[in-house]
């Protein structure tokens, strides 16, 4: 099989289209789906149903999926660990992380990362913690920094390097604000503002609620920390936020749950694949963020699962 057919069909699944795949080949529609017939040809079948202007795997795509990516994904570390025996670190660094790790934990790192290591080409991309996790399984990128879920993936490895505090918030001019003791059942009657339920942070706040046999009124929802946090400054509600977050805007209070003290928290850290071999650059890169990070706390503290 052809590797630039390969490269073409799996560029068309993550896309989505062949317009936007030839894109990001640097190559023509009609060259992309020249390749994708030559690899329908090689193998005697079709790997993509086309309906009502989409596109759809077949059978024989789904199965070829993975395989292609595991491909794909060994030349590209072998050509890596080739060029990386002279012990040089240069090429391309892409590392997944959220917007809130990105705004309130990297930038010290990125600027001293970046002073050190000129010739690294580091490429972000800002995702939700579930959608890094699928990348670094993929092989898309070689290192996650996200909020470290509860179960990980068993080729996953995840080391905890922030333990990222959960508060209760509002609007200093909300009603909550002016009341002295507040329950889940309280709380549950005004609405909030909460990152997607099915996100890790959503999880923990709907678990809350549902051991308490509550439900929650939900006014809106965005995975976007600093969009929940102005929306949460204007009184539209409240919501839970990480207590770095947490200005003259906002007031902070403790919630209860027959009686006892309901108290969230998070973890914050790097994931990357126990089959992957770091290469140069992304060893570098978690170099000076394990270096950053003791300048601070206790290395020791950190945890590996």
Same mark, same amino acid.
């Given at each position: =099989?052809?590797?630039?057919?390969?490269?073409?069909?799996?560029?068309?699944?993550?896309?989505?289209?062949?317009?936007?795949?030839?894109?990001?080949?640097?190559?023509?529609?009609?060259? #992309?789906?020249?390749?994708?017939?030559?690899?329908?040809?090689?193998?005697?079948?079709?790997?993509?149903?086309?309906?009502?202007?989409?596109?759809?795997?077949?059978?024989?795509?789904?199965?070829?999926?993975?395989?292609?990516?595991?491909?794909?994904?060994?030349?590209?570390?072998?050509?890596?660990?080739?060029? /990386?025996?002279?012990?040089?670190?240069?090429?391309?660094?892409? #590392?997944?992380?959220?917007?809130?790790?990105?705004?309130?934990?990297? $930038?010290?790192? @990125?600027?001293? +990362?970046?002073?050190?290591?000129? %010739?690294?080409?580091?490429?972000?991309? +800002?995702?939700?913690? /579930?959608?890094? %996790?699928?990348?670094?399984?993929?092989?898309?990128?070689?290192?996650?920094? #996200?909020?470290? $879920?509860?179960?990980? /993936? $068993?080729? @996953?490895?995840?080391?905890?390097?922030?333990?990222?505090?959960?508060?209760?918030?509002?609007?200093?001019?909300?009603?909550?604000?002016?009341?002295?003791?507040?329950?889940?059942?309280? *709380?549950?009657?005004?609405?909030?503002?909460?990152?997607? *339920? %099915?996100?890790?942070?959503?999880?923990?706040?709907?678990?809350?609620?549902?051991?308490?046999?509550?439900?929650?009124?939900? &006014? =809106?929802?965005?995975? !976007?920390?600093?969009?929940?946090? =102005?929306?949460?400054?204007?009184?539209?509600?409240?919501?839970?936020?990480?207590?770095? =977050? *947490?200005? &003259?805007?906002?007031?902070?209070?403790?919630?209860?749950?027959?009686?006892?003290? #309901?108290?969230?928290?998070?973890?914050?850290?790097?994931?990357?694949?126990?089959?992957?071999?770091?290469?140069?650059?992304?060893?570098?890169? !978690?170099?000076? *963020?394990?270096? &950053?990070?003791?300048? &601070?706390?206790?290395?020791?503290?950190?945890?590996?699962?």
């Amino acid at each position: =099989m052809d590797i630039e057919s390969l490269r073409a069909f799996v560029n068309v699944v993550d896309t989505g289209s062949f317009s936007l795949a030839a894109k990001q080949l640097f190559i023509t529609q009609p060259a #992309v789906s020249k390749r994708i017939s030559a690899l329908e040809s090689h193998l005697n079948h079709s790997l993509f149903d086309r309906v009502a202007r989409q596109i759809f795997l077949t059978e024989a795509g789904e199965n070829l999926l993975p395989r292609a990516r595991a491909i794909l994904q060994s030349i590209s570390d072998t050509e890596r660990n080739i060029r /990386e025996l002279s012990g040089e670190i240069n090429g391309i660094l892409k #590392v997944a992380t959220s917007h809130h790790i990105g705004l309130h934990h990297l $930038p010290p790192i @990125l600027r001293e +990362f970046a002073s050190q290591h000129r %010739n690294v080409n580091l490429q972000f991309e +800002f995702l939700d913690s /579930e959608q890094a %996790n699928e990348k670094i399984l993929r092989g898309a990128c070689e290192l996650a920094i #996200v909020t470290i $879920p509860r179960h990980l /993936e $068993p080729s @996953l490895k995840a080391e905890i390097l922030w333990q990222d505090q959960l508060s209760f918030a509002c609007g200093i001019n909300h009603s909550l604000a002016k009341t002295a003791s507040i329950t889940l059942r309280d *709380l549950s009657k005004y609405p909030a503002i909460l990152p997607d *339920l %099915n996100t890790i942070t959503g999880k923990k706040v709907k678990h809350c609620f549902d051991q308490a046999d509550l439900s929650l009124s939900l &006014n =809106m929802s965005t995975n !976007y920390l600093e969009t929940i946090k =102005m929306m949460v400054s204007v009184g539209l509600g409240w919501s839970v936020l990480p207590a770095t =977050m *947490l200005d &003259n805007h906002l007031t902070s209070f403790q919630v209860t749950n027959k009686s006892e003290a #309901v108290s969230l928290g998070r973890q914050l850290g790097v994931i990357t694949h126990k089959n992957r071999t770091l290469g140069n650059a992304a060893r570098a890169f !978690y170099s000076t *963020l394990c270096a &950053n990070i003791k300048q &601070n706390t206790d290395l020791s503290q950190i945890t590996r699962k």
